[in-house]
């Protein structure tokens, strides 16, 4: 076979070793570790969800040769390095405690009540060293030790409950799902009303948007698209004041 | 002078009277404490086992948290968090080995080797104002008022870090003859109340804490003054539950310190004092001597 001097010159992928739940796989050092693990023959069914770094579906721990720490990232948005020995916890089993939300006052107690083990925190601070979104996991649970469920909200917004904070606890508390309802009480109880929420959801009840919806409903699928296109988009340097000139809708 | 002011917990939720009475009182004093910005549990109880070392990487995070602020001080008001602090501080200062082990597990903190100054709101009173000072500066002295001072165990023990000599503690005394209180001497001073036991051997605890109030009144106090949430839940919040219990046991409002200084400088306010998470007699004593309006 002849090779013709316009042919594309191939860009070759440089591969790294990487160990997979302690088997070597060669793989390109682009990757990150979700692709690696599918170009290294994997099939996933679960441990991967949104593949966009939100879901927290594919939390992963590895450690580098000569290294002590435990490391951990999103498989999905870590790319490999040379030697880094991994696997998937894409699940770890954590109480969540059940509860009634109409019954709730958002008062501390509530949550001392559902989860007595917050008071077992020694402040290692393992979970925090492990979170792969860098939350700040202790700080939010010795907020709610003392009470304070604004700023366990605050603190814990970054959360996608992969659940790894729970892996390494040594008082074996379900962080998590502890922030979640410090997030869900929080919202319900001790954070302004969105006023103009109410309003909103009053028009949906009395059918202000109704000819709307069933207008795309009736729609083809070319219609819905051109419509779509064609729709009047916010200009991409505009002031405080813009508003769409078509707004019957609003 | 800025000092880091370490709330802990119990400050925060059932015993907000004191944190509340505490820092408009420093205010008045034209003491400058910040909170810290970051703070954890200090764990509450100094564990007694020498290599339980993982209870004191608590008190040392909060101990860093206040290196970390640019402060050499930090100034606590509840007794418990004071000693677990203090004690911790000292470990860390004087047991190379231990110091080390507690580094080397904290590889996410700078080091440690207890370069902050732990201090209780009292000693701090003591060493950067002065008795005389703070007499000077008492706008409704608490003349009439019979209280006695109530240590308990966590600012005196163990020694290495008591605020006051162990055995015979003056402290106290001094800042409530400083407030213009008649102050009430009576050997209950230093006996423990009963602490956790409440919770375990709630007889036990009950009985010490009955003791206690039992020989405060019997030597003529109206009041008792004291530091720690603790001991203000055993000998003032099961006081009904005592007063049924023990024939002849009298009524005794309980304050925490910071409130009696409070009222001295002439902050009178519900806000300030907070007289509601008291017994109902506390507000009501002060009123009848007219002390608050
Ligand atoms: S797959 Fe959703 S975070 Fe990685």
């Not at chain 1, 008071?119 to 939350?135: E, G, H, Q, S, Y």
């Not at chain 1, 000819?211 to 064609?230: F, I, P, V, W």
């Not at chain 2, 709101?121 to 703070?134: P, S």
């Amino acid at each position: 076979m002849s090779t013709t001097a316009d042919e594309t010159k191939k860009v070759e992928a440089q591969l790294i070793p990487i160990y997979i739940m302690g088997k070597q796989y060669e793989v390109p050092e682009s990757l990150t570790i979700m692709k690696a693990m599918e170009y290294s023959g994997y099939k996933y069914i679960r441990g991967c969800g949104c593949r966009g770094g939100v879901c927290g579906a594919c939390s992963t721990v590895y450690r580098k040769a000569g290294d002590y720490k435990i490391y951990s990232g999103l498989a999905c948005q870590t790319v490999v390095e040379p030697d880094m020995y991994l696997t998937q916890i894409p699940f770890y089993p954590a109480l969540r405690a059940t509860f009634n939300f109409e019954e709730m006052q958002g008062k501390p107690e509530e949550i001392f009540g559902l989860y007595p083990e917050l008071f077992r925190c020694v402040a290692c601070n393992l979970c925090t060293k492990i979170c792969p979104m860098d939350v700040e996991v202790m700080d939010y649970i010795a907020a709610l030790k003392r009470g304070d469920i604004l700023a366990a909200r605050e603190i814990s917004f970054d959360c996608i409950q992969c659940g790894l904070c729970a892996s390494r606890c040594m008082g074996e508390l379900p962080q998590y799902h502890i922030a979640q309802i410090a997030r869900r009480l929080a919202g319900a109880f001790l954070t302004p009303k969105a006023e103009h929420l109410k309003t909103m959801v009053a028009n949906i009840d009395t059918g202000r948007y109704t000819e709307g919806l069933d207008s795309l409903k009736a729609m083809d699928l070319d219609m819905l698209k051109t419509t779509y296109s064609d729709r009047e988009m916010e200009p991409a340097v505009a002031g405080d004041d813009w508003t769409p000139k078509e707004n019957s809708n609003l | 002078m800025k000092i880091s002011y370490y709330p802990g917990c119990t400050l925060k939720t059932r015993a907000k009277n004191l944190e509340t009475s505490a820092l408009a009182a420093m205010d008045a004093l034209g003491l400058e404490v910040e909170e810290l910005t970051r703070w954890n549990c200090c764990g509450a109880v100094f564990s007694l086992a020498d290599d339980d070392l993982i209870h004191i990487v608590a008190p040392v995070r909060d101990l860093i948290r206040v290196k970390e602020s640019g402060h050499d001080t930090v100034v606590t008001l509840c007794s418990m968090c004071y000693n677990t602090l203090a004690r911790a501080n000292e470990l860390m200062k004087t047991d190379e080995v231990k110091r080390k082990t507690i580094n080397d597990f904290m590889d996410e903190e700078p080091d440690y080797a207890g370069e902050v100054r732990v201090y209780h709101l009292l000693d701090f009173l003591r060493d950067e104002i002065g008795w005389d000072k703070l007499k000077e500066m008492v706008k409704k002295p608490l003349t009439d008022l019979k209280v006695a001072p109530y240590y308990g165990c966590t600012l005196l023990r163990p020694a290495d870090v008591a605020i006051d000599k162990p055995d015979n503690p003056r402290i106290l005394h001094d800042f409530l003859s400083a407030l213009g209180a008649e102050v009430i001497d009576f050997p209950g001073a230093l006996q423990c109340c009963g602490t956790y036991q409440i919770l375990g051997n709630p007889e036990a605890a009950l009985s010490a804490s009955k003791d206690i109030l039992a020989d405060a009144t019997g030597h003529g106090a109206e009041a008792l003054a004291l530091a720690c949430p603790l001991c203000d839940y055993n000998l003032g919040h099961k006081q009904d539950i005592m007063m049924t219990k023990y024939d002849g046991l009298k009524e005794v409002p309980i304050y925490y310190f910071t409130q009696l200084l409070a009222v001295a400088l002439g902050l009178s306010s519900d806000e300030v004092n907070r007289f509601d998470i008291n017994r109902e007699s506390a507000k009501q004593l002060l009123e009848s001597k007219s002390l608050i309006a």
